[in-house]
Each structure stands twice: as structure tokens, then as C-alpha cells.
């Protein structure tokens, strides 16, 4: 069983949708949690980066944490085609150094 | 732009041969990584810097081997390459040694023939 699992879509919308991504995880010692968006190969760029329970925002995107079900989640509301890419979630534990990612989740949104 | 630095960003070379990838880390970056990204293997952990120094190692071959020099750019060098090792090979750089925020640069594009 991988430690991080996330559904690889492909996941299409419209315009203006709400988008919800999500990652589940095994390790209960992963503290810090991000989200990263990736456009055809290009690096990832870091989008959210949390590291407790609850909700984060930043403009359209909320991202979401539950430490109890170890499960986050990100938001993006009225999504926009340029936000067509595909979406990884990271983590890390506290006293590790490397990031363990996700499989990514390739979003589509059209227009 | 993440302000992470890679050179080449394309790369073709044959069987057997030798590479450099080189990288610079954003201004005041302490932390290197670098990451591998393959079709199949998604986005694997291969080693971090943290100063010049070694700090954590995760799936690398010991066909790679990378520095961090004083002035903090670094080198990932792959040898006796196999085809295998056709992928994206991308540096990130942070600001700690615990890697909670981590910037990525655009990647090296390796293709092995």
C-alpha cells in the first residue's frame, strides 16, 4: 500500500465549477501538507501548504486537512480553464526531509 | 518563476554515457533536492543538501551521485545511463533543512537513446 493515494482522474469540469481534490494517507506521522499544481511537465508549483486540521484559504483555493481520518483535500472554486493541470498533494513528516507525493490528479476544466 | 535554476533543460544522449544536470537553488536557499519524475514512477525522492552537506537519501541509484558546493548551486550526475533513466530530473530548493515549503525549478529533461 502506497503511504499517500490519490485518485488520478482524469476529473473534467466546466467553467466556474467547483473542483474537489483529494488525498488520503497512511503515515500518522506526516505533519506538513501541500498542494502542488503541474502543467504538462513543467515544475511544480506550490499552491497551499498547511500544517494543521481545519480549513486554509488563498483567493479560490481552500485546502483542507483532517488529521483524524488523515485526509485533505483542495478546493477551487469558480475554476477557471487555465486551471486545467495536474494537481499533487505532498506531505512530509516532521523530522523528515523529503516529500512524499501523490500520484496527481490531471484536471480538466472547460470552457 | 520559483526563482530554482536548472541546466539543460533538455538533454539526449546515448547508452552508457555520463551527465551533469546542474542546479541553483533560490536566494537563501540552504536545502537541494532532487526529484525524479517518470511516466510510471510519479515524483520519487532522490537526495537532499542541506549547506553542503548530505542530509537524507531516498531512491537513488548508485549509478547517481549529487553535491552541493559553497556557493550552494548543485550538481546530480548520472553514469553508465539506461534507458531506463529517461525521465524529468527536477531540483527544488527550501529555506530549512525539514522541507515544508519546497520550490521546484522547470525540470532537466533527460531522454536516454
Not at chain 1, 474537489?20 to 511537465?41: D, E, G, I, K, V
Not at chain 2, 536548472?6 to 537553488?25: D, E, F, M, N, Y
Not at chain 2, 548543485?74 to 530548493?93: I, M, R, T, V
Amino acid at each position: 500500500q502506497k503511504e499517500v493515494e490519490q485518485d488520478p482522474g482524469p476529473l473534467s469540469v466546466p467553467e466556474g465549477a467547483i473542483v474537489s481534490l483529494n488525498c488520503t494517507y497512511s503515515n500518522s506521522a506526516f505533519q506538513y501538507f501541500m498542494w502542488y499544481r503541474q502543467y504538462s511537465r513543467k515544475g511544480p508549483e506550490l499552491l497551499m501548504y498547511t500544517y494543521s486540521s481545519g480549513n486554509k484559504e488563498d483567493g479560490r483555493f481552500t485546502a483542507q486537512v483532517d488529521k483524524s481520518s488523515k485526509y485533505i483535500s483542495l478546493f477551487i472554486r469558480d475554476s477557471q480553464p487555465s486551471d486545467s493541470a495536474t494537481y499533487l498533494c505532498a506531505m512530509t513528516a516532521g523530522s523528515a526531509r523529503q516529500l512524499t507525493f501523490g500520484s496527481g490528479t490531471q484536471l480538466t476544466v472547460l470552457p | 518563476d520559483s526563482g530554482v535554476t536548472q541546466t539543460p533543460k533538455h538533454l539526449i544522449t546515448a547508452t552508457g554515457q555520463r551527465v551533469t544536470l546542474r542546479c541553483s537553488p533560490r536566494s537563501g536557499d540552504l536545502s537541494v533536492y532532487w526529484y525524479q519524475q517518470s511516466l510510471d514512477q510519479g515524483l520519487q525522492f532522490l537526495i537532499q543538501y542541506y549547506n553542503g552537506e548530505e542530509r537524507a537519501k531516498g531512491n537513488i541509484l548508485e549509478r547517481f551521485s549529487a553535491q552541493q558546493f559553497p556557493d550552494l548551486h548543485s550538481e546530480l550526475n548520472l553514469s553508465s545511463l539506461e534507458l531506463g533513466d529517461s525521465a524529468l530530473y527536477f531540483c527544488a530548493s527550501s529555506p530549512t533543512a525539514v522541507g515544508d515549503t519546497i520550490y521546484f525549478g522547470e525540470g532537466s529533461w533527460l531522454t536516454v537513446v
